[in-house]
């Protein structure tokens, strides 16, 4: 099972410079993330860049992970 605090260190090393926080239950997870790449994004775009993190494992062990994104 996924913990916030694997998501957590994932993403902030999936995306350098970023930060994140998750909450969740070990299935759906939620995650507000900043990072100076977002900058001139499309929130498409950075919620894209934050999905690739995880590849495959979204929708499987990583059942659902809802995003909120700023720049930083």
Known sequence: MATNEEL????????PGARAEVSGDGHHFEAVVAAPQ??????????????????NELGDR??????QTKVQ
């Open 8 to 15: 957590k260190e994932r993403i902030e090393a999936g995306i």
């Open 38 to 55: 977002f900058s001139g994004l499309s929130r498409i775009a950075q919620h894209r860049l934050v999905y690739d993190v995880f590849g």
């Open 62 to 67: 990583i059942h659902a992970l809802s995003l």
